[in-house]
């Protein structure tokens, strides 16, 4: 812990050089992108596996408190995959190293230029929705909903401590020299440089769908467009708006079941391997190490099980009715279909 205290003192110490900055913001930004993931995940699952929770995650995403969350969320995106580009660009062109500097700065006005239009866009479906005078959820709920969250994972993290030092009373502890960077690692490094190309394009797209074209708003919108599709959400459900986007078929193809599960293992490995440096950089006491890894590697795995799962799944005729049922709405399944 005395280098994360030590990064903190010595980041605020620093004076006159903007590649600290990027380092810190690439790596602030991907802790809060990891964050929401891990949040987006569970509870898109929800579309599926409980739909009534579903449609309370909904409502507290449309909260100002959750709308501030949103606009923050979009800059990190923006900010990290411009910054990741310049990664890229340069880990493949060392010998242009000498224009990080130069480059730094192009990413924090490229940033900026992206933001400003987006953030406009963003902050009109915002105008739309709370024009009408809409019923927020309280900061208690949001509270209570999102404490269930933070004692789960403190749960997790207990959980790992004492397996890992459990097995450092079997295995040991020894001090051992470092190791070279293992074949595995050298993977990672290319994987990281190579799915963060291919991420970028996918992110902004769902982005551009979801937040900017549309809008977390737009969900729970009657006879409202389901964006990516020719139908319309009758219901102005949550879940149905899920069911219509993931069902539309292209030649066949379900292709946003596709695309958000070729998202979702995309990010979910690149964002926890990012994870895992974080913890390695800070975390140097053994059982404490291996605790955290445990709970990076065994966390992601299970993000990705649980999100294909539901994109497996879909939102089925009982997934629908109860939805429905919690809304009060005279509706059917068949009719969904049928409309």
Do not use: C
């Amino acid at each position: 812990m005395a280098t994360l205290v030590t990064t903190i003192t010595e980041t605020l110490r620093y004076r006159g050089k903007i590649g600290q900055w990027s380092w810190v913001f690439h790596r602030l930004s991907g802790l809060g992108i990891v964050l929401f993931l891990a949040l987006h995940v569970i509870d898109t699952s929800w579309a599926a596996f409980y739909p009534e929770l579903y449609a309370d995650a909904i409502n507290e995403y449309q909260s100002p408190l959750f709308t501030l969350g949103e606009f923050a969320l979009v800059a990190a995106i923006i900010y990290h995959a411009m910054n990741g580009l310049r990664i890229i660009f340069l880990d493949y062109r060392p010998h242009l190293w000498h224009l990080q500097q130069k480059a730094a700065t192009y990413v924090f006005v490229a940033t900026a230029v992206i933001i400003v239009p987006v953030w406009g866009m963003m902050a009109t479906h915002v105008a739309n929705f709370w024009g009408d005078d809409p019923e927020f959820a309280s900061l208690g709920d949001i509270l209570n909903t999102q404490s269930q969250f933070l004692i789960g994972f403190i749960v997790i993290v207990l959980v790992a401590l004492v397996l890992s030092f459990l097995y450092s009373l079997v295995a040991g502890d020894e001090k051992k020299a470092p190791k070279r960077a293992s074949q595995i690692d050298a993977w990672l490094w290319t994987f990281m440089r190579i799915s963060g190309f291919l991420i970028v394009p996918l992110v902004f797209g769902h982005l551009a769908m979801m937040h900017v074209i549309s809008g977390v708003f737009d969900i729970t919108a009657a006879d409202a467009t389901v964006i990516g599709t020719s139908a319309t959400n009758d219901t102005g459900l949550a879940v149905e708006f899920v069911g219509e986007r993931w069902d539309h078929l292209v030649a066949g193809v379900a292709i946003w079941r596709v695309y958000d599960g070729l998202l979702l293992a995309l990010v979910v490995v690149h964002g926890f391997n990012g994870l895992r440096y974080v913890v390695n950089d800070y975390f140097h006491n053994p059982i404490v190490n291996r605790a955290f890894n445990w709970v990076v590697v065994f966390g992601g795995a299970a993000l990705i099980i649980l999100g294909m799962g539901a994109l497996l799944a879909g939102v089925e005729e009982t997934a629908f009715n109860i939805a429905i049922d919690k809304a009060g709405i005279s509706q059917t399944f068949n009719t969904w279909l049928g409309g």
